[in-house]
């Protein structure tokens, strides 16, 4: 089992900035990917970003420039900058840890953007 434990939500003004942080403990040996996705209200769960265990990493269009993923492998921690926040930002951002065949998702962390 890989637990995740986000970090660093919060309510912010539309041009602020957030770092989200997500935790990994457990079993993290073999996680290929780690990311985030995030689900507004009324919305589907889309995908955010992603970085995998090669450093690689892809980010939807709609964040592309704004948001950067990065990791700190000695901290089994995967961050999500977030600059130039848009009201549409607003969402739960949920960390997710990816194996061959499991799937580990995070509790989720509200980012709330105020216009």
């Known amino acids: 089992q890989v637990q995740l434990v986000e970090s660093g939500g919060g309510l912010v003004q539309a041009g602020g900035s957030l770092r989200l942080s997500c935790a990994a403990s457990?079993?993290?040996?073999?996680?290929?990917?780690m990311g985030w996705y995030r689900q507004a209200p009324g919305k589907q769960r889309e995908l955010v970003a992603y970085?995998?265990?090669?450093?690689?990493?892809n980010y939807a269009d709609s964040v592309k420039g704004r948001f950067t993923i990065s990791r700190d492998n000695a901290k089994n921690t995967v961050y999500l900058q977030i600059n130039s926040l848009k009201p549409e930002d607003t969402a739960v951002y949920y960390c997710y840890a990816r194996k061959v065949v499991e799937t580990y998702w995070g509790q989720g962390t509200q980012v709330t953007v105020s216009s």
């Open positions: 457990g079993s993290i040996f073999s996680i290929n990917v």
């Open positions: 970085i995998t265990s090669g450093g690689s990493t």
